[in-house]
């Protein structure tokens, strides 16, 4: 299945499971085998898993009559836009609007990419969606994403959503999302990542994440030294353009924190329950696309204040309970690697850090190991067991060329390297498993934790 991956941090702390590194709660239910047939067929109808482009995506859209008769908010970036998509859904239900979540990749199930009203979407109502979009786009060979993403709009149609949330899979301005039209878009930061396809300069690459403003509406941006590019743009399709430190921003004090805005500002802000470096960041950007929505979806502080409170992201920056402490984090570019750095480093002490280390052979490997080369111990490195994962020799053989072989093993597979961590690891001692969605994705199925 296609991964487009996405880095952003968070701790969830997870009360239900039983302490210690082998913790294994009741083994979780599968998808129902018609759900699994149509995501099989998905994936035969492109030759290519990633194809960008619009022209498919708004022929099925015109056929299948989609019209989106709700508010549409779009978030992309290199980092932190799973956050501010989980985010922005869960003050926005706390206001009691209806929201509809579409995000990628999903970690365990496909059903966690779209969401109605906080809940993964069920099998049955999936099937529907990929039926009603199979019959509608004829002899059109639409990608995996793209399927999905009409699937999800389709759905969130039938259902009379208030506002979705559509989380960008890959760029922006050729992305399926793109195809329909953002009230308000978030840019939430530019790094290098995904050089095949949007470029290999931040320049390129903010040109085409900024492609999903749309003329005199909110083109948000959180990253302050984002590449012109992405404000030349907004000032080309004539988008309103916000960045933060300029036009909003947050003042962050050691209990809370205060977000303002032109003349507006909200005290006493509780940190989000999604905890890192850049979480402030993200929150920032999800309250400024509120304050520009605020027209057709107001939304008042103490449900500002629930929302930061309750919201909730699986995988990133992810502490499991019990001893030895685990972090789990979707980190896979060097970017979202020093940030896991920094929030290691911010933890209380530990005795080791062992590494459950794996990637994708297209990422920056290096800049990643470079990256966390001095908060990790030892590295436990494994291969991924799909077309673009990188073997363990693969990746050994970065770390021999950062002189750090002598502190790495290999392992043929996630599981093998997790649990050789745990036997290893003492009560005092820490592991962190990094690198992709699938690295997390493998350890979660080993604890058999579901959400």
Known sequence: MPSPE???LSVVENSELSAGCFAMPPTPSTQHSELSTWLHHLESLHPKTIELGLERVVAVRRRLQLHAAFSIVTIGGTNGKGSTCAMLESMLRAAGYRVGLYTSPHLLH??????????????????????????????????????????????????KIDVAILEVGLGGRLDAVNAFDADCAIVTSVAIDHIDYLGETRAAIGHEKAGIFRSDRPAICAEADAPQSVAHHAAQVGARFLQIGRDFGFDAEQEQ?????????????????????????????????LEQLKQRLPVTRNEIRRGLLEVSLPGRFQVLPGKPQVVLD?????HAAAALAGNLAAMPPAGRTIAVFAMLRDKDIAGVVQALSATIDLWLVAGIDQPRGAGSGELLAVLRGQGLAARALPFADVVAAYR????????????????????????????????
């Open 110 to 159: 496909y059903n966690e990419r779209v969401r109605l009203d906080g809940a993964q979407a069920s099998d049955a109502a999936l099937c529907a969606a990929f039926a009603a979009v199979e019959a509608g786009r004829g002899d059109i060979p639409l990608t995996y994403f793209e399927f999905g993403t009409l699937a999800a709009l389709w759905l969130f149609e039938r259902e």
């Open 257 to 289: 924190w205060r977000f303002w805005s032109g003349n507006q500002h909200y005290d006493a802000l509780p940190y989000p329950a999604l905890r890192g470096a850049y979480q402030l960041n993200n929150a920032a950007a999800a309250l400024a696309a």
């Open 330 to 334: 979707v980190a896979h570019n060097p």
């Open 420 to 451: 050789h961590a745990c036997n290893m690891a003492g009560d005092d001692d820490r592991i962190a498993a990094f690198g992709s969605f699938y690295t997390v994705a493998d350890v979660l199925r080993e604890r058999r934790i579901e959400f």
């Open 6 to 8: 996405l880095d952003v």
